[in-house]
């Protein structure tokens, strides 16, 4: 007889403001409880007052890591620090002292509640370690989205102290995965893909399945002809995201000063915001490019509707969820042919650019924007192929059916004492 699920959903950052991965546990929560089953959040305070509001009804059910003096450090820290270097040393430190107080947050509710599920859907990273371990409930970890680099020809943005430092702390990786044996001992680590599991610590003694880390809202982002308020600002193209260097809005900017009349709108801030419209001002794009802040995701849908296409010039995107929600909305991406839009694009319903060098890509990302402006029929046909492959692959309510049959497989395998089947592919 299957037992009813109690899940705690463990993560250091859980809000829809932050963006990027910040947004999944916010998923899982909210719709876990939407469907009434009993569900917990434990993340850092951070976010505490995000969070009161979204969730006025479920405030008790959320648990906070407070501040710290340590955390502010770690934070000032990670700023003077290259960002990969940062995620490997200071901000692991951080991760690691949230991860360690959310245990014995995790640890009580389980005593008090009767908490027989824990996932941990973040950090996606599958090379950071995880101390969710001798919970007395079986773990799940993921989906998780990773492994990858840059480019080759777009290796040499960061110095040869960074490069060597990130392969350092990547080979330590399964000596300190080893030693903390969260994911080593998991009941169950999902992958969005095969180079994240190729990178995953050695040594798992659980299953390993594929399963994509995004979702889409399909209430959020519906198609235009769908909505009854039509924006009334339009723009050619639209650019979400955080305003990093591996980003490339540059590529963007670049590409769009060579078609005369087009628009874009840039929704997302970030410390590039400055130099990129420094950029745009020295191109003369300034009254062509809106940069526009945070938005939303009702904002960002409203304003993706009107627009003729999402541009994605990220040379080092390991997921990418601004693409299935542009995709959702019926318009055409255009993305590079690395990482995570890889996996969701092809020549259907998107047009993907090739990263052979920055010349090239900004020449490709021009060709592509003036092939769709110049063509109704083309922009209407990759819309329409791209809105049926995220609601067929992509649905936020059809991916959490999936995760409640594995949240009640392991509770079920742990409450018999049996092991979880390997039927979905223990690697």
Partial sequence: MSQTICVCIVAENASYRFGGEAVLPLHYFARLRARGIDAWLVTHARTRVELDQVFPDDRERIVYIEDSWFYRLVYRSSRLLPRRIALATVNLAGLLLSQWQQRRQVLKLIRKYGVNVVHQPTPVSPRLPSLMRRLGAPVLIGPMNGG????????????????????????????????????????????????????????????????????????????????????????????????????????????????????????????????????????????????????????????????VAMVLPSYCECGGAVVLEAMAVGIPVIAVNWGGPADYLDSSCGILIEPENRAAMVRGFREAMGRLLASIELQTRLGATARARVVEQYDWERKLDAMIALYRRVSDASFSGRSASPTLGRK
């Avoid at 995965?177 to 001992?185: A, M, V």
């Avoid at 969005?192 to 050695?202: D, F, K, M, V």
């Fill in 148 to 307: 990858m680099d840059y480019p080759p020809t777009f290796r040499n943005v960061e110095s040869h102290w960074t490069r060597w430092g990130v392969a350092l702390a990547r080979s330590a990786s399964n000596l300190v995965n080893q030693l903390l044996r969260g994911k080593p001992e998991a009941r169950l680590l999902m992958v969005a893909n095969e180079r994240t599991r190729s990178a995953l610590p050695r040594g798992l003694s659980g299953e390993v399945i594929r399963l994509s880390e995004n979702g889409v809202d399909l209430n959020i982002w519906q198609p235009r002809e769908n909505t009854a308020h039509p924006q009334s600002e339009s723009w050619e193209f639209v650019f979400v995201g955080r305003l990093i260097d591996l980003k490339g809005l540059d590529i963007a900017i670049e590409a769009l000063s060579g078609i005369p009349d087009a628009r874009m709108c840039v929704i997302g801030d970030g410390p590039m915001r400055d130099t990129w419209q420094q950029l745009a001002l020295s191109l003369g794009l300034s009254d062509r490019i809106n940069f526009h802040g945070w938005a939303s995701q009702a904002e960002c849908a409203v304003v993706l509707r009107s627009a």
